[in-house]
């Protein structure tokens, strides 16, 4: 498969299966820019704690704060039969900015909306896409006049990094994707009511 810039080289069914997912959550859940992760994920019906919660009652989290590899992880989710729906913890103990913590929740709800099962490198790749999707789709960036990452950071409310990322994506999303996809379509009618005000 062509690369045009960074992102992973997952199978184009793969990115399509993500946007596409993307897309629908945007319509359905009503959102609008900047997307707020934890307003995202409570309307999915699903649960957030933050680490900071179990620390400041005094327990270890080094077994919580760790994967299998013994690195430090920025978040989990797991489904929870007691509570009957899904459970995402993010780090905030050891995370720096606030947009990262929101970057967090929609890896987490990347790999829930994806149906993944375990741990791999595969899956990490397709829940930071889906975050970086979900928090700045392809088509937003020009249809909110941003002319540089700055503005992307600024308007989309994310770290960056990931405007960095997400602005090389969407340039050549502009400059490579040819004919406009029907999802992306339908985002855009979406997204030009929104700015209409309507």
Same mark, same amino acid.
């Not at 062509?2 to 793969?14: C, F, G, S, T, V």
């Given at each position: %498969? ?5 992102? $992973? @080289?997952?199978?184009? &069914?793969?990115?399509?299966? !993500?946007? =596409? #997912? +993307? +897309? ?8 609008? /820019?900047?997307?707020?992760?934890? =307003? ?7 649960? +957030? ?6 620390? *400041?009652?005094?327990?270890?989290? !080094? ?5 299998? #590899? ?12 007691? /509570? ?5 913890? +993010?780090?905030?103990?050891? *995370?720096?900015? =606030?947009?990262? #913590? ?17 741990? *791999?490198?595969?899956?990490? %790749?397709?829940?930071?896409?889906? @975050? @970086?999707?979900?928090?700045? $789709?392809? $088509?937003?960036?020009?249809?909110? &006049? ?8 600024? /308007? ?18 502009? %400059?490579? *994707?040819? @004919? !406009?996809?029907?999802? =992306? ?8 009511? !929104?700015?209409?005000?309507?």
């Amino acid at each position: %498969m062509e690369k045009h810039d960074n992102r $992973p @080289a997952l199978p184009k &069914k793969i990115y399509d299966q !993500i946007e =596409e #997912d +993307v +897309v629908k959550l945007h319509i359905k859940l009503e959102l609008s /820019v900047p997307v707020n992760p934890s =307003e995202v994920a409570k309307r999915l019906g699903y649960i +957030v704690h933050k680490f900071s919660e179990i620390y *400041s009652e005094g327990n270890n989290l !080094i077994e919580l704060r760790t994967g299998n #590899d013994g690195n430090r992880r920025d978040g989990l989710s797991y489904y929870d039969p007691d /509570v009957q729906t899904y459970v995402i913890w +993010v780090n905030d103990i050891d *995370s720096i900015y =606030e947009e990262h #913590d929101g970057f967090t929740i929609m890896h987490e709800i990347g790999h829930i909306r994806m149906g993944h099962r375990g741990d *791999s490198q595969l899956a990490e %790749m397709v829940a930071n896409y889906y @975050a @970086a999707y979900e928090l700045v $789709p392809s $088509p937003l960036p020009s249809m909110y &006049k941003c002319s540089s990452f700055v503005d992307i950071a600024d /308007v989309f409310e994310v770290s960056a990094d990931c405007a960095y990322n997400c602005g090389r994506r969407c340039m050549n999303w502009a %400059m490579y *994707s040819g @004919a !406009i996809k029907p999802y =992306e379509k339908v985002l855009i009618d979406y997204y030009k009511k !929104i700015l209409k005000g309507g």
